[in-house]
Structure formats: structure tokens, C-alpha cells
């Protein structure tokens, strides 16, 4: 047997020096234990273990790797006595209660209720009730009706009811050996068996968010959490096995060590380990020469343990973002079944989970331990109906706002204080540990750039919105930078005005009586009032529009006939994309080039949407966004005023050129496009989803910078929401998969954008114009074999190759099939910068494609 060494941080703290980059825990983590229970059921006969009971275990982990077998992916093919195989040509359908059921009866496999419809899974039976534990398609939506088909070809398949001509069959297993039988194992893994009774394929190779006694989840998988207990599609959180060793914890979508949340502290042994529960309920992780084990957890036989009474175990990644242990254990004599919790991580403080409130709010538990967000001062919720979703301001910011004497409104900046919260750091400037609290919170008041300051262990942190992973209890203290306005009613001034009519009437009097006959002046008061009348109906639209838009701080409110003059008709077209014509206008009064866009198709209430929204793009300030310089809103008109870029847009540059952009250049524009889209998405009050990334839609400046244009117009089409079932919008070739699955649209969309925009920045090639034997050939398939062959060089001339390996990875994990395994675009950007290290990629979603 190989020597086992056992490793046990129980009780002890130890500082590790992280190296720079890696994969690693946040700071949280140098002051807690790691791998020991938090909370468990039993104090006396479920516990960690720690290094005095390792006599105890040399049995234990010795049948444990006997059992498990980790690197035999056959091991599932000891068939027992009473499993009961499933033959070709069998099926079942969701008209019946049919399902594939072990031989024990507490496993089962088949259709299960979902929402209104059916999904397809594995369930652990308990009483009348049932557990899920493995979901097929667990990113679909449930379906009407269906029937699951182990056909006579071999092959595991499930179809809708009722059935149509050419209705499709879809695959449930991806073997590529036709199977001969199949089995529910009392295991709960279902199985698939070659003529030779060997296993081609398992649940348990492809786990959802759940592991069971003898599974594994191996170097580079992941648990992802369900929805709720009840939806188990991608949730909110991902268990990432990662390649460095170490077991993390991430809210879903980032993979830098600022947003971990719970690790196992096994980065730095440089060890591919593999995590595996066994049938006592140990949770350990091993190397794939069993000479090093880390155990987690073990959970001892209950007190009151007798024959009649069988404990199966199961390690759950909850929807909470919490792992738990359950046991279930069941008697034989007629009593009930029993669940209880054995260890969870990261703990009990449900608050302890990163995300569970949205940007600009905070995580605190109710008196009933349920978690509640809270919103900073002067904020309010992004949605009154899910208050997890985040804060944004109430009143518009600005910066560093001076009042003249002329404004109508006065605005009031002050600081107000919050205590005892604890959040994630990420400063544009920490001031020396010798900063008073009170000059802190001054130090933030006098800087433009400044939202919020922080003050903790005596360090004070100049921090922009929106900040992150707030919760409380904690020792640190905000200063959050509240705006006040107030509009200036001066009773002076209406004073004024009812002098100055009355001397008016007075006077127009005194001229009547004195100059003019009653006849003539009765015609005069008549010809003024009908101008009057006549100026009022002319007028009033322009005053209403500037009322409802006159709060939209820092944007010109444009007439029509201005930008009719200053477009010269509308007469030079610079281009026309999904929202409308653009053309080149020069401004009057300042000599300023400028590009208005018109836009040709608005949502219905299309007045206050424009303007809503307009107030919402107004608000974005960033170098790499096409900057809004003012609105046209009259009458049927919609016009946006923006900035004019005098070098075209990035396809003119990289597909219309007579020379390729230098390489250096080339990655420029792709990291000026990847903290545009990072802005939009996750440093915003409210994260705008594009819609629409491709080389048209960025536009270079003269100095070369890349700006993202659009951003913001699809929301006028589609409404306010950020994850949301639409009808299909953006391009051809750019759009992400999920757009045509009717799945829900998020942020996400955007980095699959990105990423094939990526690999056209790379190559200098237009995706949906390569070819392969007369058919479309999708860009991130043609980059993935060109390096999966080794012929990088393909994909560009005369660069790096380890440089050009490492950006076309980016690209390749950018337009991964699922959404959740497609990096937020603040990794993109760590990426391309070379901060953090890319690993080997997935295959693109278009790969597998191609291949059935």
C-alpha cells in the first residue's frame, strides 16, 4: 500500500506566503481555520479530525481507495447480485410514474416534476419524497411532455411529446461506444455498459451540484449551485476543483482570489487533488498516487447506531453557496427517514458567502438567521421585488459639482457614516496608516473621484463605486459621499414679478385711456393675445421636454432644427446599425465635430424610456465608452449626440485596411474593449448588457483608443432588466448561444460577443467569412484546431507564439457553450494584461457542434 500522509490545519493558523497571481485564498482566509467543521449535528460523534485520531483511520482510507479506484473510470462496472439491468429498446415517458429504479429502491432515474414542466435526473427516494442529485440539461428549461429512448443503437436519448414528423431526438449521454445495458446502481450512479460489462459512461463522471459515497470531482471540474431547491439550473455560485490543488469556493463568473470565498488551503502543495466522499462520509482529497490525503471531515457512526438502520451520505453545493453533508438515514423496522446536517463550509453566517447581496449593499441575518441586503445611505434598490440584485444611487453623481449663481438647483455634498461592515477592497488609493478617521472621511469629501472612503485597522482606503461583498458584522467604516439637491423657489423673485406685472398692467392702462380710442386698443389686446396663443402651442412641447430633461446633468439639450443645421440636412452618412442612421454634424457655436445618431425604433412609452435611459448613459464616464455629449427629445424625434471619432470604426481598421495593425496595437484595442465592457457590466450602479460587441460597434479615437459605442440603446428595445427572455438581438456570428435556447440573457452574452470579436482582432479575419468545404466556418473552431494542431501560426504572422497561444485561450474560454464557464470581463481583461495565468481551455461551444 503507498505511504499515506495526513495533513491537518484543525486548530492551528498558519500564514502562507500566496505566490503572486496564483489561484489563492482571499485575506479572509489568514484568520480562519480551513477544512475543519464549522457546524455539525452531533459534537460527540461527528467531528474534524485532527492529527491525535489518525490511528483510528488507516482502515477507513485503505477501503476508501480500494472502493473508489480514482483513476479506473470502470471502477462502477463490479455489478451486483441484484442489479437489475435495463435492456435496449426500453423507454419511459412523463403520461406514466415510470421511472429506472436500483435494486434497494432508493435511487432512481427518470423524468421528475419541474416548475410546470419535466426534467430529466437522478433522485435519492426518502419516504414519499425525493432528493435530486443529478440533473441532465440542467440549463434547459423543463419540458411539456417527453419520452426517454434507450434505443436499439445503443444510445441514451429523450424526445418531446407529443411527437412530430422529424421531431429530434437529443442525446443524454455522449458516449461514443454504443452501449449494450444500462443500470440505476444503488450507488445513485446510473451507468452505461459495453458488451463487455464495462462502464462507457455515468452519472457520476458529470456531476451537477451534488456528490454521493464513492464520487469524485476531479482536477479542473466544478459543483455548480442550482437556482433554488427546487430549480437546479446554474445558480450563483461555483465549487471550482482547480488545477493548482486548491478547492474554492466563487460566486459565479469570477475566478480572481478577491472574490473567493471559502478555500481548502491545498494550493501550495502543487498536487492535482481529486475530492471524493466515501460510504462512512469522510469528505478527503487525495493526489493521484495516494501519497497525499487531506481529510476534510468524517462523520462517526451515530450514538444509537443499530442493524436495522443504513446511512447514505451525500456533499451538496446548496443554492445558498453553501457545501453541506447530509445523511439520510433510513430504518428498516417502519420508522420514518431522517436528514440531518453533518458539516457545512463556510459556516452557519449565511452572510459569509460572497454575492449574496448585490453591488452597494450589504448582507446581514435577521433574527431567524435568513440573510437580508440593505442598501448604503442615499441608494436605492436596483429592483424593489429582488433586493439581491444590488443598490444604485438615487440622485445622479457629479463628481466634483460647483454651483454658479445662475443654477436653479443647489447641490449639497456631505459624508455619512456606516460602522461595523466588512467589504472588498479595491482602492485607487490608500492613504498612510497615520490618517486620522476624521481626515479620512475629509480626504474623500475634497476628491472628485472619490465615492466612498474607508476606514479600517487604522488604514484609510479611497474607494469608486460600486463596492462589493458587503456584510455585517466587521470592523470597517464607510464614509459614503451623498449628494443633496435643492431647488431655489426665491420668494424675492416671485416678488419681483408681481411688482413688475403690476407696474405692466398699470401702465398699458394708463396708454389705453391716454393715447388710444377703446376701438383701437380692443384690437390690439386682440391681435396680442392670439400671438400669444400662437407662441404657447408652438412652444410647449420644447418646455415640456425640457422640464422632464433638464435633470440629466451634463448633457446639451439639443432642438431638432439645431441638429437639422448642424448635420446640414442630415446629408453625410457616416454608417447605420441596428438602432438607426449615424451622421457628421458640426456644432454652430463651438466649431465641435460631432456624430448624431437617430434612432428609428423605439419601444412603446418611447418619451419616457428615451429619457430614462438617456439619465442612465448619461451617468457612465469612461475612457473606453463613446462619450454622450446631448439628446434631441421633440416631439416624434429621438436624436444622441456623441462624440466624433475621427479614425472609423475597429472594422474598417482591421478588415478594410491595406495593412494589418501592428500586434502591439491589435492587443491595445482588444484590453480598451475588455475595460469598457468590465465597466459596463460590474462598475456601474446598474450593469448594462450591450447586446451588440463587434468590430462596427468600436470605434477608435484620434489617438488610438478604443471606444465602445452603443452601449445602453439595447435596454430601449428590450426594457430595464439585465437577465431577461427576449426576442433574438445583436449580429450573426457574434451572438452567444443561449440567445437562441430562449435561455436567460446575461452579461455573459457580452464576453461570447467579445471573444469571437477577440479572435477576428487576433487573426485580422471577419468570422462569418471563413469557409470549410463551402460551409461557414466559426472563428473560435477554426483558432481552437489551429492551436489544438500546433499550428498557431495560422491564426496570425510574426507573433510570439506562447503570446499569441495565451490570447486566442482568451478567446476560446469567451465563447464556451455555458454561460458560467465564460470569465467575467474583469478576468478577460487580468488575462490579456498577463495578470493572472490562462489555462488550457474547453473546446468552443461551435466545436462539439461540429462534430455530431
Known amino acids: 500500500m503507498a505511504k499515506i500522509l495526513y495533513i491537518t490545519q484543525t486548530g492551528t493558523r498558519r500564514r502562507l ?302 443554492p445558498d453557496g453553501i457545501l453541506r453533508l447530509y445523511s439520510h438515514v433510513f430504518f428498516k423496522l417502519g420508522r420514518a427517514p431522517t436528514t440531518e446536517v453533518e458539516w457545512l463550509e463556510p459556516g452557519s453566517d449565511r452572510c459569509l458567502v460572497k454575492g449574496v447581496c448585490g453591488p452597494n449593499s450589504f448582507c446581514h441575518l435577521t433574527v431567524t438567521g435568513e440573510t437580508s441586503c440593505s442598501c448604503l445611505p442615499g441608494f436605492e434598490f436596483l429592483s424593489t421585488n429582488q433586493s439581491t440584485l444590488g443598490c444604485w444611487r438615487a440622485l445622479p453623481t457629479g463628481g466634483c459639482v460647483r454651483n454658479s449663481s445662475n443654477d436653479e438647483t443647489r447641490v449639497t455634498t456631505t459624508m455619512v457614516e456606516v460602522k461595523n461592515t466588512t467589504w472588498l477592497e479595491n482602492p485607487y488609493a490608500v492613504l498612510p496608516a497615520t490618517t486620522s478617521i476624521e481626515a479620512c472621511k475629509l480626504l474623500c469629501l475634497s476628491d472628485c473621484a472619490c465615492d466612498i472612503a474607508m476606514f479600517s485597522d487604522s488604514y484609510c482606503s479611497k474607494q469608486m463605486l460600486p463596492i462589493r461583498y458587503g456584510r455585517m458584522p466587521g470592523n470597517t467604516t464607510l464614509f459614503v459621499k451623498i449628494y443633496t439637491y435643492q431647488t431655489i423657489s426665491g420668494t424675492r423673485q416671485r416678488a419681483m414679478s408681481i411688482h413688475a406685472n403690476s407696474a405692466l398692467i398699470s401702465g398699458v392702462s394708463l396708454a389705453i385711456f391716454s393715447l388710444f380710442v377703446l376701438l383701437v386698443a380692443s384690437l390690439l389686446l386682440i391681435c396680442r393675445h392670439r400671438r400669444s396663443l400662437a407662441h404657447m402651442t408652438m412652444t410647449a412641447p420644447r418646455q415640456e421636454d425640457s422640464r422632464i430633461d433638464g435633470n440629466i446633468v451634463g448633457l446639451r439639450s439639443y432642438s431638432f432644427q439645431e441638429l437639422d443645421l448642424a448635420t446640414n440636412g442630415f446629408g453625410e452618412e457616416l454608417g447605420k446599425g441596428a438602432y438607426g442612421m449615424v451622421f457628421k454634424g458640426v456644432v454652430a457655436d463651438t466649431n465641435q465635430d460631432i456624430a448624431v445618431k437617430r434612432l428609428e425604433k423605439m419601444a412603446e412609452d418611447g418619451q419616457r424610456e428615451f429619457n430614462r435611459e438617456v439619465r442612465v448613459i448619461a451617468r457612465t464616464h469612461h475612457r473606453n465608452l463613446l462619450r454622450l455629449l446631448g439628446f434631441c427629445n421633440e416631439g416624434i424625434h429621438r436624436l444622441l449626440v456623441y462624440e466624433y471619432m475621427p479614425n472609423g470604426s475597429l472594422a474598417n481598421l482591421l478588415f478594410h485596411s491595406d495593412a494589418s495593425p501592428a500586434w502591439s496595437k491589435r492587443v491595445a484595442i482588444a484590453l480598451d474593449v475588455a475595460r469598457g465592457l468590465q465597466y459596463l457590466h460590474s462598475e456601474i450602479e446598474g450593469p448594462i448588457i450591450h447586446c451588440d460587441i463587434k468590430p462596427e460597434n468600436i470605434l477608435i479615437d484620434s489617438l488610438g483608443i478604443a471606444k465602445i459605442a452603443d452601449f445602453g440603446l439595447a435596454k430601449l428595445l428590450i426594457g430595464n432588466q439585465t437577465k431577461t427572455f427576449t426576442g433574438i438581438r445583436g449580429t450573426r456570428g457574434y451572438l452567444a448561444p443561449e440567445w437562441s435556447k430562449n435561455r436567460a440573457i446575461t452579461v455573459k452574452a457580452d464576453v461570447y460577443s467579445y471573444g469571437i470579436m477577440l479572435l477576428e482582432v487576433i487573426s485580422c479575419k471577419k468570422s462569418m467569412d471563413l469557409k470549410r468545404a463551402g460551409e461557414e466556418y466559426n472563428i473560435s473552431e477554426w483558432a481552437y484546431e489551429c492551436v489544438m494542431f500546433g499550428d498557431a501560426g495560422k491564426v496570425a504572422d510574426g507573433v510570439d507564439e506562447a503570446e499569441l497561444v495565451r490570447m486566442v485561450n482568451v478567446g476560446i474560454w469567451c465563447t464556451q457553450s455555458e454561460p458560467a464557464m465564460r470569465p467575467a470581463m474583469k478576468s478577460v481583461a487580468l488575462m490579456i494584461e498577463g495578470a493572472i495565468e490562462v489555462h488550457q481551455p474547453p473546446p468552443p461551444a461551435s466545436y462539439s457542434q461540429s462534430l455530431t
Open 17 to 318: 506566503h500566496f505566490p503572486r497571481y496564483r489561484h489563492r485564498p482571499p485575506p479572509d482566509f489568514l484568520t480562519r481555520g480551513s477544512g475543519g467543521a464549522t457546524a455539525h449535528r452531533r459534537t460527540s460523534t461527528a467531528r474534524p479530525i485532527d492529527s491525535s485520531s489518525w490511528t483510528m483511520f488507516p482502515h477507513i482510507l485503505f477501503l476508501s481507495l480500494l472502493l473508489l479506484v480514482p483513476e479506473d473510470p470502470n471502477f462502477a462496472a463490479g455489478a451486483s447480485a441484484n442489479e437489475s439491468f435495463i435492456t435496449l429498446g426500453s423507454s419511459i415517458n412523463t403520461s406514466s410514474t415510470q421511472y429506472w429504479s436500483s435494486s434497494s429502491g432508493r435511487f432512481a432515474f427518470g423524468f421528475y416534476p419541474n416548475g410546470e414542466g419535466f426534467s430529466i435526473g437522478v433522485w435519492l427516494v426518502i419516504g414519499v419524497s425525493r432528493t435530486i442529485v443529478w440533473t441532465a440539461n440542467h440549463d434547459e428549461p423543463p419540458i411539456a411532455g417527453g419520452s426517454i429512448i434507450f434505443g436499439h443503437g445503443g444510445a441514451l436519448q429523450w424526445s418531446r411529446t407529443p411527437s412530430t414528423p422529424g421531431s429530434q431526438l437529443n442525446p443524454i449521454s455522449d458516449s461514443s461506444t454504443p452501449a449494450a445495458s444500462a443500470a440505476m446502481l444503488n450507488t445513485g450512479n446510473f451507468v452505461l455498459y459495453d458488451m463487455n460489462r464495462q462502464v462507457i459512461w455515468s452519472t457520476f463522471s458529470f456531476p451537477t451540484d451534488t456528490l454521493l459515497a464513492g464520487q469524485n470531482l476531479r482536477p479542473g471540474r466544478f459543483l455548480l449551485s442550482g437556482v433554488s431547491q427546487s430549480n437546479h439550473a446554474s445558480g450563483k455560485y461555483r465549487l471550482e476543483n482547480q488545477q493548482d490543488g486548491n478547492l474554492v469556493m466563487y460566486p459565479t463568473g469570477t475566478i480572481d482570489s478577491g472574490s473567493a470565498y471559502w478555500s481548502t488551503w491545498t494550493f501550495n502543495m502543487g498536487l492535482l487533488l481529486t475530492l471524493s466522499l466515501d460510504p462512512n462520509g469522510t469528505i478527503w482529497m487525495f493526489d493521484r498516487k495516494n501519497s497525499y490525503t487531506k481529510i476534510l471531515f468524517h462523520a462517526n457512526q451515530p450514538s444509537n447506531a443499530s442493524p436495522d438502520m443504513e446511512i447514505y451520505y451525500r456533499l451538496t453545493f446548496d
